[in-house]
Every structure is written in C-alpha cells, then in structure tokens.
C-alpha cells in the first residue's frame, strides 16, 4: 500500500486524537492539518515496514506539545471543557448514544492532558500499552498509572451523569 493511501486510510484516527488532545473542533481539524503536512514532508524519515500509525500519533503530540507552549507563551488561553461536548460522529447511532457519546466527549475534557492523552491512545484507539508508552515517550509504569487515574476518573464522572 503507497504511503498516502495508508495516511487516508488513518485519516479518521487521527482526527480522533486530535479531538482529544485539542478538545476544541478547530484546533484539532488544524491540528490534524499540521501533523499531516509534517509527515509529508518527513516522508523520508518514516522507514517502510515500521507501523505509520505510531509515527504519526508522535507527529501529531509533538506538534501539539509545540502548540500548546507557543500558546503559553504568547498568553493566550484553551478554550473550556465545553469545547469538546461535540467530539465524535454520532451518525444515525440514536439519541441516546449520542447523549452518551456527549457525556464521555465532556468526561475527556474535564482530564488532565496527560490522563486524556492515555486514554485516547489505549481505550479510544486500542494501542498496546508498550506502544502508547512508546508513542508518549513515557515509561510503562507513568502510562499505567496514568491510564489507571484517567480510568476512574471517567468511570466517576460518568457514573455522576447517569
């Protein structure tokens, strides 16, 4: 498969975890935008047999990372959590999976980026905890405890909203 045919087909991945780290549609769309340009151009630096998705996701937090601390820098401020009540696609799934889906968009973006970035990866997008660690650059035992926190958090304050 060509290198811009496996990019399309993680077009709907990624554009979930941008969700998750920006929190605010915009961000994320041009968040997703960003890492997408970055990646063409590092073409050559992505070695073919090695999984695209993980280096892409890297891209992507990276350029995140990079935002977030010019953002800091330049005073601006994130958007709220409510931002991210419309995180998701709810297709014709019904009313009541798209209240749900709501109240896990709102339960994530009441996370701590660091608990956020640990569930996106593991639960939202099935990666291995070695490669989410991999993709975070964090030791397994800093994304378990993180996953685990971020875990209970969500299992609160979704239990809270039912």
């Known amino acids: 498969m060509a290198f811009e045919d496996e990019m399309l087909a993680l077009l ?5 975890f941008a969700h998750a780290l920006a929190r605010d549609a915009a961000d994320a769309d041009d968040l997703c935008q960003s890492a997408i340009e970055r990646a063409l ?28 601390r010019a953002r ?8 709220g959590a409510e931002a991210g009540e419309d995180v998701g696609d709810r297709g014709d799934a019904g009313i009541e999976a798209a209240v749900e889906l709501g109240n896990v968009g709102r339960a994530m973006a009441l996370l701590p980026p660091e608990q956020r970035e640990a569930v996106a990866l593991v639960l939202v997008e099935g990666f291995a905890y070695k490669e989410a660690a991999e993709i975070l650059e964090i030791p397994m035992g800093t994304l378990t405890s993180r996953l685990v926190r971020g875990r209970e958090a969500l299992m609160a304050r979704l239990g809270e909203a039912a």
Request: glycine share 4%.
């Open 12 to 16: 709907p991945r990624l554009r979930r």
């Open 41 to 68: 151009k590092s073409r050559a630096q992505w070695e073919p047999g090695t999984r695209l998705d993980s280096w892409m996701y890297r891209i992507m937090r990276n350029h995140w990372i990079d935002t977030a």
């Open 72 to 79: 800091t820098r330049h005073g601006e401020t994130f958007v």
